[in-house]
Nanobody, 124 residues
Framework: QVQLVDTGGGLVQAGGSLRLSCAASGRSFSLYAMGWFREAPGKEREFLGAVSWSNGVPSYADSVKGRFTISRDKSKITVYLQMNSLKPEDTAVYYC?????????????????WGQGTQVTVSS
């Protein structure tokens, strides 16, 4: 079984920054990509971005492009989400996810493992 632990959430004022981390552990598995999603109350889980595990190339949703940055550390099997210029509408529970094979990386159902989520609250 693979475990993902995402940390780094908290309360921040609008315009501030946070960095989330997601560490993977467990039995040996082949990583294809890791992604970040968020879920606000009453809304569907939203894709934010993903990073190819092999070459580290990230992709982003238009809603966060230019404000959020995804990176990964292969030696630590960890992915990061740097969030800048945060807005109150960024308030949500943030989840990392890992997928072992190809497919649409923007699709929730294509991921095999999920973190427990970390709350991000942005005050105005």
């Amino acid at each position: 079984q693979v475990q993902l632990v995402d940390t780094g959430g908290g309360l921040v004022q609008a315009g501030g920054s946070l960095r989330l981390s997601c560490a993977a552990s467990g039995r040996s598995f082949s990583l294809y990509a890791m992604g970040w999603f968020r879920e606000a109350p009453g809304k569907e889980r939203e894709f934010l971005g993903a990073v190819s595990w092999s070459n580290g190339v990230p992709s982003y949703a238009d809603s966060v492009k230019g404000r959020f940055t995804i990176s990964r550390d292969k030696s630590k099997i960890t992915v990061y989400l740097q969030m800048n210029s945060l807005k109150p509408e960024d308030t949500a529970v943030y989840y990392c996810a890992a997928k072992a094979s190809g497919g649409d990386y923007k699709y929730v159902g294509s991921y095999d493992y999920w973190g427990q989520g970390t709350q991000v609250t942005v005050s105005s």
